[in-house]
């Protein structure tokens, strides 16, 4: 069985791309554009970055900082989580 797939009309750096995507994920994909289009013009506004390209790339370099930092937080949770489950049992199988 394959799954459907949607073809997606996005605006990325001025110009107009298809892309596809699994159906039902047209508006993840149109809000990941949106993202990443607010992050390069971001990135062009600073004095450093010239070109779309260099700031596409160093809009990509932040998107993936900021999602391995909440990887990192979620982690710290996951594992703050554990431990009160381990103390939670413990104080309930010692009465």
């Keep these: 069985m394959t799954d459907k797939v949607s073809q ?3 605006t990325l750096l001025g110009k107009s ?4 995507c699994p159906e039902g994920q047209e508006q993840a994909l149109v809000d990941a554009v949106e993202l990443l289009n607010s992050r ?3 990135m ?3 004095d450093t970055v ?5 700031a596409l790339l160093m809009a990509a370099l932040h998107l993936c900082h ?3 930092a909440l990887e990192q ?3 710290s949770a996951r594992t703050k989580s554990n431990q009160l489950v381990e103390r939670l049992g413990a ?3 010692a009465k």
């Design 40 to 42: 390069v013009d971001e």
């Design 8 to 10: 997606v009309a996005v």
């Design 17 to 20: 791309h298809q892309f596809s």
């Design 44 to 46: 062009k506004r600073k």
């Design 73 to 75: 937080e979620q982690q």
């Design 91 to 93: 104080h309930l199988g």
């Design 66 to 68: 900021d999602f391995q």
């Design 50 to 54: 010239r070109t779309d390209q260099n």
